[in-house]
C-alpha cells in the first residue's frame, strides 16, 4: 500500500485523487463502509476533497484468534482401513487427519481483490468485452484484432472442386447462405425465413437405397436445393414453410432438416429460448449461443468480474462484503486505475484466467448441434433441460468455480490457478468447420486438442507472472475426454491435471481407446514428452457428469438397505464381438468387458451361449433395461470396468448405492488417491477376472453392510451438486419458481464434488512439498502446526 501519510497535498495528488474520487462516486462507494484499507484516503482528504465515511480501528483480531492449536496426531483415530472420517468420507489417513484438523479450524483472511480499470482499444468495437485487468478484447465469433474491429471470414465450406462443388464434407458444409462470422447456414435473403439453420444434411440430395431398412445416404456433392428453396407446397421444403401449416400437414417438410443450433427451439427453429453460456452471464450479459456479451462494467467468461465503472450494488457474492481501497500505484499511471476491494475469505484461493474466447466461448458460441459441449440447454419454456453429456462434469466445475467464494481476483495472493480450456467441445467439434480443421492433425482428435491446450499454455506465459514462480505446479487443467491427461503437452505436465481416467501407465502404457482418432501413440515424444496419464502425487480424477434427475433421486436409490438387493453382480455395458452389436476391436475395454462376458455372461451371446460361470444371481448383458437405475439398486455389486478410456459406471454404481467392483489395473478412479476405496469399493486385478464371483461371494454380511453403509456416507461427492444449485438460483430469479429437480438437490446437505474438490485443494497447499519454499510469508489462516516448511 502507498504510504501516503508524509505527503503533502500538492497538486498532483489533488488531481490524482480528484479522478480517483469521481471514480469512486461512479461505484456507489458510500453504499458501504470505509475499512481499515482506506484509512491512507481519509488522512488527505481532510484536507483536500470532501468525502463522507466512518472508520473501525484497524486490530489484528484475525491473526490473534488463529491461536487454536490443532492435535493432528492424537484426536483422529484411523479405522480398520486406515481411513480417517471427515465429513462422513473416509479419506485416507493422513489426509483425514489433516483435513478434520486443519481444514476445520481454517480462519477467514483479508484479501485484496484488484477491479480493474484499463480500457480497450476502440471499447472493443462493440464486437467483443474488454478484459479490464490487461486492457484485452475477448472478441466474438468472427471479429478478430486489438480492438475487434477486423471482421473474419469463417466459411462453411472447404474449397470446392470439380468432383465436390461444395468442397469435402464438413458438418458445417452449406449449399445456401453461410453466416461467415461463424461458419453456420442458414436459408437467407429472399426466402420467406432468412434466419432459419440449414443445418449439415438438411441441403444436399438423399441418396434413396431400394432396400427399405438401409441407412439414407447423403450425397455432399449435390445440393437440395428445389427442396429447402420450393414454395410449391406439394414438395418437400425448407426455408419457405410456414410452421403453422407444416405442423397441421398442409405442407411438407424435408426429414433431414430441422432444428439443431441452439437458441432455437420447435422443428421450425421458430421459437426463441435460451442458449447455453457459463453460468448464463450472471446477470450481467446476454447468451449470444456460447458467448457472453456482458452489460458495460463487467467482464469475464461469464460477465462475473466487476470494472471500475460497474455498481458495487451489483458486485457478486464472492466478492462481498468488500472495502474499497484505491491501488498503490494509482497516482503514477495515467490510465485508470485499478480499485483494491478488500473482502474476507477463506484459502484455498483460486483465480480463473480470462483466456482469450477460442479456448472456450467460440467454440460454444459456433456449435451445429446444442447438444454438444454442454450439460444443459433450455426448452420452449425457457425451462432448463439437462442432458446426459457425460463430458458435462468440465462446465459444472467450471462454473462453481466461477461463483465460489474460494475465487480471486489476485494472482499474488491466489493459492491455485485455473485453466479453463474446454477440452470436451475441441473433441466434439473437432473437423466442425474449416477453422477448426484437424489436417495438421493426422486426423487425430487428440493431438488437436494437445495444440489447444500448449497454446493456451504460452498464452499464460506470455501474459501473466504467475506460471514460473512455481513452473505451473500451482496450476489445474481439467482434461476431460475418454482418456484424460494423456494428451497434455509436456510443457504442462508439472500442473494438476483433473481428469476421469487416472492411468499411471503403470501396466497399460499406451492409448487404451479402441477409438482410432483419439489415439494418442504416434504424437510425438517432442510434443508429449513421456509423461503418464495420470500421477497419483499430483492430480485428481473427478467424477463424470451425471443427468440431474428428480425421480430416482426422490426413490433414494442410494440409500436401499441391503436385503432390497437380491442380485450378487450386475454389470449392463458393450460386451463386445460375441454380442450383437458389440464392438469389434480387441483393444475396447482393454479386452476386460470381453473376458467378463466370457465368464459371467447372462444373455446369451450371437452363438446363443451364456458364460462359462453364469449363475442366477449375477447378471452381465449388453441389453440395457428400461429400469437400468432400479437394476442398479437391486444389487450388492455393480461392475466398473472401461469402455474407450472411462465409462461412466462407478459414477452409476455409486449413486445407486452399489458397491463398485472396480478392475482396470493401474488406471485410478474419482478420488482414489485421497479415499479410502479399501472401505466402499472392491478392486480386483485383470488376472483374476475368472475368480471375480468367487472373491465376490468371500465377502461375509458384516462387511457388505459397512460397505454399503460407507457408499451411502460419500455418494453425493459424486454429484455436481453445486453448479446446479447454481442453476436452480438462476432459474428461481427469472421465473420464481423452483422446479422438481431442484427441489430435490436443495434437500442434500452433504459435501458433493465441488466440496470434496476444495478440501482437497486445501489439503495440498499445504501438504504439497515443493510449496515448502514459496511464499511462506503469506497469512494462511492457520495454526502453524498445520503449515508447512514454516519452522
Ligand atoms: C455526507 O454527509 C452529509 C452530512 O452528514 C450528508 O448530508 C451527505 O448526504 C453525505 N453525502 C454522501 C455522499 O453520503
Ligand atoms: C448417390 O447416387 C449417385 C447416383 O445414383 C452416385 O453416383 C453417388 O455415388 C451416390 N452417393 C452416395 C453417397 O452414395
Ligand atoms: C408442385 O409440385 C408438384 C409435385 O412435385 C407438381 O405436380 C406441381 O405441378 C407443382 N406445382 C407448381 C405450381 O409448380
Ligand atoms: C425465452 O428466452 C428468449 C431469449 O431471451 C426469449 O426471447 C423468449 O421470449 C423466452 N421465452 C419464454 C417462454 O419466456
Ligand atoms: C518464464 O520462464 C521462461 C523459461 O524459463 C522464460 O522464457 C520466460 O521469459 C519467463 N516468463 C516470465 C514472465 O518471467
Ligand atoms: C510398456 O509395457 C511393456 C510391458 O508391459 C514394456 O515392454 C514396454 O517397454 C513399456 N513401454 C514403455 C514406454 O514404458
Ligand atoms: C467378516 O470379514 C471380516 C474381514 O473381511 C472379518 O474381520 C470379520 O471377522 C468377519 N466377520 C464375521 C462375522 O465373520
Not at 544 to 551: E, L
Not at 642 to 667: H, Y
Not at 728 to 740: P, W, Y
Amino acid at each position: 500500500m502507498l504510504s501516503i501519510q508524509k505527503w503533502k497535498c500538492s497538486w498532483s495528488l489533488a488531481a490524482a485523487i480528484a479522478s480517483i474520487v469521481a471514480l469512486v462516486s461512479v461505484v456507489h462507494l458510500f453504499l458501504f463502509p470505509f475499512g481499515p484499507s482506506f484509512d491512507y484516503f481519509r488522512e488527505t482528504q481532510n484536507a483536500c476533497v470532501p468525502i463522507n465515511g466512518s472508520s473501525e480501528a484497524t486490530t489484528n483480531h484475525v491473526r490473534e484468534d488463529l491461536r487454536v492449536t490443532a492435535d493432528l496426531d492424537h484426536r483422529f483415530p484411523a479405522d480398520l482401513h486406515k481411513g480417517d472420517i471427515y465429513h462422513d468420507a473416509q479419506w485416507k489417513a493422513e489426509i483425514g487427519q489433516w483435513l478434520s484438523g486443519c481444514n476445520s479450524i481454517t480462519q477467514e483472511i483479508s484479501i485484496a481483490e484488484i477491479i480493474g480499470g484499463i480500457n480497450c482499444k476502440n471499447g472493443c468495437s462493440g464486437q467483443g468485452v474488454c478484459n479490464r485487468e490487461l486492457g484485452q478484447c475477448r472478441c466474438f465469433h468472427g471479429y478478430s484484432g486489438e480492438g475487434c474491429s477486423e471482421r473474419l471470414q469463417l466459411d462453411c465450406n472447404f474449397p470446392p472442386s470439380p468432383e465436390q462443388p461444395y468442397g469435402r464434407w464438413v458438418v458445417s458444409i452449406c449449399p445456401a447462405y453461410c453466416d461467415t462470422r461463424r461458419a453456420m447456414c442458414f436459408c437467407g435473403e429472399g426466402t420467406k425465413y432468412p434466419n432459419r439453420p440449414v443445418p449439415e444434411a438438411c441441403g444436399f440430395k438423399v441418396n434413396l437405397s431400394s432396400e427399405p431398412d438401409a441407412p439414407k445416404l447423403i450425397d455432399w456433392t449435390k445440393a437440395d436445393l428445389d427442396n429447402i428453396f420450393t414454395t410449391n407446397g406439394s414438395k418437400p421444403g425448407w426455408c419457405n414453410v410456414d410452421p403453422t401449416e407444416a405442423y397441421s400437414n398442409k405442407v411438407q417438410f424435408k426429414e433431414e432438416c430441422d432444428c439443431k443450433y441452439d437458441g432455437l427451439w420447435g422443428q421450425f427453429c421458430e421459437v426463441p429460448v435460451l442458449c447455453t453460456c457459463i453460468n448464463q452471464c450472471s446477470g450481467h450479459g446476454r447468451c449470444r449461443g456460447g458467448f457472453c456479451q456482458c452489460d458495460n462494467g463487467w467482464y469475464g467468461i461469464d460477465c462475473s468480474i466487476p470494472s471500475v465503472v460497474s455498481s458495487v450494488r451489483d458486485w457478486p457474492q464472492w466478492l462481498r462484503p468488500a472495502h474499497i481501497d484505491v491501488a498503490d500505484d494509482a497516482h503514477l499511471t495515467a490510465k485508470v486505475v485499478n480499485l483494491n476491494a478488500v473482502v474476507k475469505k477463506k484459502r484455498p484461493l483460486i483465480y480463473v484466467y480470462d483466456l482469450p474466447p477460442g479456448f472456450n466461448s467460440l467454440l460454444l458460441e459456433g456449435r451445429h448441434f446444442k447438444f454438444e459441449c454442454v450439460n444443459r440447454i433450455y426448452d420452449d419454456k425457457n425451462a432448463t433441460l439437462w442432458t446426459d453429456q457425460l463430458y458435462g462434469a468440465q462446465m459444472a466445475l467450471y462454473e462453481s468455480i466461477l461463483a465460489s467464494s474460494h475465487r480471486t481476483l489476485n494472482g499474488e495472493e491466489a493459492d491455485f490457478f485455473f485453466v479453463p480450456v474446454l477440452d470436451a467441445c475441441i473433441i466434439t467439434r473437432a473437423d466442425d468447420a474449416p477453422h477448426l480443421s484437424m489436417q495438421e492433425h493426422m486426423g487425430l482428435r487428440s493431438s488437436f486438442t494437445l495444440e489447444f491446450y500448449k497454446k493456451a499454455y504460452e498464452h499464460i506465459v506470455e501474459q501473466y507472472p504467475y506460471w514460473n514462480r512455481s513452473l505451473g505446479r500451482d496450476h489445474i487443467w481439467f482434461l476431460s475426454w475418454d482418456e484424460g491427461a494423456c494428451y497434455a503437452p509436456k510443457e504442462i505436465w508439472s500442473s494438476m491435471m483433473l481428469v476421469h481416467w487416472g492411468n499411471t501407465n503403470s501396466k497399460h502404457n499406451h492409448s487404451t481407446t479402441a477409438y482410432r482418432f483419439d489415439n494418442w501413440d504416434s504424437i510425438p515424444s517432442s510434443r508429449r514428452g513421456s509423461h503418464p496419464c495420470f500421477e497419483p502425487e499430483k492430480d485428481l480424477v473427478l467424477p463424470a457428469w451425471k443427468r440431474p434427475d428428480g425421480i430416482p433421486l426422490s426413490a433414494k436409490l442410494w440409500a436401499r438397505p441391503r436385503e432390497k438387493r437380491k442380485t450378487l453382480f450386475y454389470f449392463n455395458g458393450n460386451l463386445g464381438p460375441a454380442y450383437p452389436n458389440g464392438r469389434l476391436e480387441a483393444s475396447y475395454s482393454m479386452g476386460i468387458r470381453q473376458k467378463i462376458a466370457e465368464e459371467f455372461g447372462s444373455s446369451p451371446d450371437k452363438k446363443g451361449k451364456l458364460g462359462k460361470q453364469h449363475a442366477e444371481d449375477v447378471i452381465v448383458t449388453p441389453l440395457r433395461s428400461e429400469r437400468y437405475h432400479e437394476d442398479l439398486a437391486s444389487s450388492v455389486f455393480c461392475g466398473v470396468f472401461p469402455g474407450d478410456g472411462w465409462s461412466g459406471r462407478m459414477e452409476d454404481s455409486i449413486l445407486q448405492g452399489c458397491i463398485p467392483v472396480v478392475i482396470q489395473d493401474g488406471i485410478f478412479l474419482p478420488y482414489e488417491n485421497v479415499l479410502n476405496y479399501g472401505s466402499f469399493a472392491v478392486r480386483i486385478s485383470e488376472d483374476e477376472i475368472p475368480n471375480l464371483i468367487k472373491i465376490l461371494r468371500g465377502f461375509n454380511e458384516t462387511k457388505i453392510e459397512y460397505m454399503l453403509a460407507n457408499v451411502r456416507k460419500i455418494w453425493l461427492r459424486f454429484l455436481y451438486r453445486d453448479s446446479i444449485m447454481l442453476e436452480a438460483e438462476r432459474q428461481k430469479t427469472v421465473f420464481g419458481h423452483v422446479e422438481d429437480w431442484a427441489v430435490e438437490f436443495l434437500r442434500l446437505i452433504e459435501d458433493d464434488v465441488f466440496a470434496t474438490f476444495i478440501q482437497v485443494l486445501h489439503y495440498k497447499l499445504h501438504n504439497d512439498p515443493w510449496r515448502q519454499h514459496i511464499h511462506v510469508e503469506k497469512d494462511f489462516g492457520l495454526p502453524r502446526e498445520c503449515l508447512i516448511g514454516t519452522d
